[in-house]
């Protein structure tokens, strides 16, 4: 195989598997007797075509950055964390618990402790899973997603038994009080006039791109996060360079379940402001797709997950506008996990082949 | 509990476990040959959908039965591709799929019915029917036993009896056939497989395409048998108890039958709150039974409950030496 240049890897490989996803979805839509241009325009305009369009992109973009941000701390340590789903719904609960137990007077003292809250739910949830594969090898995937079901069961449970407001049907928990709602991009300054007051997008979008930033800190400038990324490169070396395989196991996925935990803050406490059912509405596995993408790099990452905030926010409006299901968005998801995470190997293997017909041939002894 | 209610949760005990049964048999013929496959739930999935809308169009159920090993054989292919061809990540490759089928599915079903992703309700024979089996009738009389045949064992659609004999069948293909060894072998030591001379592909993607077969008689069995006619997201996770349920027997197929009975079990208890309730003495609340396949699962993943180690080359891509 081609050894690929570091720019065709992180640029040209995820950019083909994003225009083979979107070609595939298009012959699906022909398929189905609608006419993909026209889907691909409502999708666009929709998405990025208005204020109140981006007031939902960068709203569904803000959930993608965290759960994307937990996989990529947990791929690097080489775990695979499917159970972003059922830590973000924990993170949630942890949300309505520390809303629901004060009559907080202002947002900004809400947020922190409901970050906290969110944090070590998340992590908690976590906690088991890394525990079974650092001590006893179960296999992550597999307990993590079992967790994800069992999450789902304990909510059900919570929240019609425990958390249900008296007399009311839905299974959800009282409001939360005044005090603990979180600004909306219209309250902030300067770009507030943009925005209507509707939209859900909210300052948790500010605490996505700095835990870019702190992800990015973490594993490429601290002591932690070089041990994190060489154990996961290679175990037996890391090992035998003195690197404990429990406390990084352990480590990165309680980073990983608290950051999806904290996605709880934007759809939890920024925008529904009570817990529902299903509140994470499927954004821990959107993480996956939004990671490898990604390549898992915050940058990518932040990136990616614009890119699944604009397809989220487009396939509700294809769903609204057009003859073509909203489940169209969940096809192009497929399809973009399956090209930039399982068929990988192919993917380079074309642009590989791509270089060698089309490229210039490195010359030799050429400075 | 009186013995009428027993005999009629034991009834949708075998008819619950039936799913699970068969995609957990498919996912052992394809772990024993060392690729992980997280993704029954999407084949399934998928052939509920195709097989109810064949079904529907047709008007039989064999038809539609053929057409959803079809649909999850499509999948199961491109999984062999991911995995085994292009040697990519197996997990990542199967929640893809999960993922493609639950998608794709509705997408399909509304073009072709416009129901909101569902087809419709399927009748006569477009539904496999249940089979009296022989002598339930004159049998019926005896105590006990008698009622048990008659209730239990009698009275299924064909593909419960189907789904039973594939147990048997599974052991004896794995356990006391030449091709058996060597998919065992192919999932525990790729290289000693290779180096007598046998092709670790062709096995792998046999044992892939058997996997597809089997969750497609599964998600048939759903649409056409279990319910009348596909809805949206209608294997609702039983794809991940089927999986549970293969680590809970640790790969093997006569355990595999005893963990889908008992997960089984709890769906149909899940179904009668009022039968725990009288048996227990207090309120059993239903997501506790929901859970409770996967809580048995982690703690037998522990290890609590002697150890489940999955084949020893599940889930690497086999590179040949050059």
């Known amino acids: 195989m081609t050894r690929l240049p570091v720019w065709a890897d992180v640029v040209l490989v995820p950019l083909l598997s994003l225009v083979l996803a979107l070609l595939i979805s298009a012959l699906v839509i022909l398929a189905i007797g609608a006419d993909p241009v026209e889907a691909m325009r409502t999708m666009l305009q929709g998405a990025v075509g208005s204020a109140y369009g981006w007031g939902y992109t960068l709203y569904y973009a803000t959930s993608f950055i965290f759960t994307g941000l937990a996989v990529t701390v947990a791929f690097h340590a080489g775990q695979f964390n499917i159970g972003g789903e059922g830590q973000a719904q924990i993170g949630g609960l942890g949300v309505a618990i520390v809303c629901l137990s004060l009559p907080w007077p202002h947002w900004t003292l809400a947020l922190p402790a409901a970050m906290l809250g969110a944090a070590l739910f998340g992590a908690a949830w976590a906690a088991i899973p890394a525990y079974l594969q650092a001590r006893r090898g179960s296999h992550i995937v597999i307990t993590t997603i079992m967790f994800n079901y069992i999450a789902a069961s304990l909510l059900v449970y919570l929240l019609v038994n425990v958390f249900r407001p008296p007399g009311t049907m839905d299974p959800a928990t009282a409001r939360f009080p005044a005090g603990a709602g979180l600004p909306t991009l219209h309250d902030l300054p300067l770009v507030g006039r943009l925005f209507s007051p509707s939209v859900p997008a909210n300052i948790t979008l500010l605490l996505a791109i700095l835990a870019c930033w702190l992800v990015w800190l973490l594993l490429w400038r601290t002591r932690l996060g070089y041990e994190i990324r060489a154990f996961g490169k290679s175990e037996a070396a890391a090992v035998y360079a003195g690197i404990s395989p429990f406390r990084i196991i352990m480590l990165s996925m309680l980073i990983s379940g608290a950051l999806a935990g904290l996605m709880a803050i934007n759809n939890v406490m920024g925008e529904s402001e009570r817990l529902v059912l299903n509140s994470a509405e499927g954004a821990g596995f959107i993480g996956i797709a939004v990671a490898l993408m990604g390549r898992n790099h915050p940058v990518g990452v932040f990136l990616a997950a614009l890119l699944f905030g604009i397809l989220y926010q487009g396939g509700a409006e294809i769903g609204l506008w057009t003859s073509i299901p909203i489940e169209l968005r969940t096809v192009v998801q497929a399809l973009v996990i399956l090209f930039t995470g399982a068929l990988d190997n192919a993917m380079r293997m074309l642009v590989g082949w791509g270089f060698r017909t089309f490229g210039r041939r490195p010359a030799a002894g050429a400075a | ?322």
């Open chain 2, 1 to 322: 509990m009186d013995y009428a209610t027993l005999l009629q949760i034991l009834d949708s005990t075998l008819r619950l476990a039936t799913p699970l049964l068969l995609a957990c048999l498919a996912g052992l013929f394809s772990e024993r040959a060392g690729i992980f496959d997280i993704g029954l739930e999407g084949k399934m999935l998928m052939a509920a959908m195709a097989s109810g809308a064949v079904a529907f169009l047709t008007g039989s159920a064999w038809v539609g039965l053929m057409a959803g090993i079809g649909a999850s054989m499509v999948l199961a292919v491109i999984h062999g591709l991911a995995s085994i061809t292009f040697r990519g990540n197996q997990l990542i490759s199967g929640v893809a799929l999960n993922f493609l089928a639950s998608g794709i599915t509705v997408l399909v079903a509304e073009d072709l019915f416009g129901q909101g992703g569902r087809t419709p309700p399927l009748e006569g024979a477009a539904r496999f029917q249940a089979l009296t089996l022989p002598l339930s009738g004159t049998l019926s009389e005896v105590p006990l036993l008698g009622p048990l045949y008659a209730e239990v064992v009698s009275g299924h659609t064909a593909l419960v009896y189907v789904a039973l004999l594939t147990v048997p069948l599974t052991w004896w293909v794995l356990f006391r056939t030449r091709f058996g060894l060597r998919l065992r072998a192919v999932g525990e030591n790729p290289e000693s497989v290779d180096t007598a001379g046998i092709s670790v592909t062709r096995l792998r993607y046999t044992a892939v395409l058997i996997t597809g077969v089997l969750c497609g008689i599964a998600g048939a069995y759903m649409a056409t048998a279990l319910q009348a006619g596909f809805g949206r997201e209608m294997t609702a996770g039983r794809g991940y108890i089927a999986l549970a349920a293969l680590i809970f027997a640790k790969w093997r197929p006569w355990h595999a039958l005893y963990a889908c009975l008992l997960f089984g079990f709890l769906q149909a208890l899940a179904l009668r709150p009022d039968v725990i309730e009288a048996a227990a003495g207090f309120k059993v609340p239903v997501p506790f039974l929901d859970a409770l396949p996967y809580v048995l699962t982690v703690i037998v993943l522990a290890g609590f409950v002697g150890k489940a180690i999955p084949p020893r080359a599940g889930g690497q891509p086999y590179v040949k030496e050059r």
